[in-house]
Nanobody, 122 residues
Framework: QVQLDESGGGSVQAGGSLRLSCAAS????????LGWFRQAPGKEREFLAA????????YYAETVKGRFIISRDNVMNMAYLQMNSLKPEDTAVYYC???????????????WGQGTQVTVSS
């Protein structure tokens, strides 16, 4: 089992920044990729970015490319999502997830955190 715990959400005005953190524990060696998703009310869970633990290779959704940056700290088993130039439409619950391979779909990830709320006001 892998446990994931997100933090860093909150309320921010449009144009502002937030940095989300994801602490991983347990059998983290059983997973290769850490991904970030978000889900707004009434919408499907949306892929944002993913990173390979070992190589640091990253992949971004077009909707956030250039604004969001994913990173990881292998020593601390932490992953981060730096979110810049936030917009009201970025308002959602943000989740980190761990899985065996690079995937842009929720089905590709076996382990999920509980989520952290991000609210962007205009």
């Amino acid at each position: 089992q892998v446990q994931l715990d997100e933090s860093g959400g909150g309320s921010v005005q449009a144009g502002g920044s937030l940095r989300l953190s994801c602490a991983a524990s347990g059998r983290t060696f059983s997973t290769d990729v850490l991904g970030w998703f978000r889900q707004a009310p009434g919408k499907e869970r949306e892929f944002l970015a993913a990173i390979r633990w070992n190589s640091g290779t990253t992949y971004y959704a077009e909707t956030v490319k250039g604004r969001f940056i994913i990173s990881r700290d292998n020593v601390m088993n932490m992953a981060y999502l730096q979110m810049n130039s936030l917009k009201p439409e970025d308002t959602a619950v943000y989740y980190c997830a761990a899985g065996p391979g690079m995937s842009t779909t929720a089905a590709g990830y076996a382990y999920w955190g509980q989520g952290t709320q991000v609210t962007v006001s205009s």
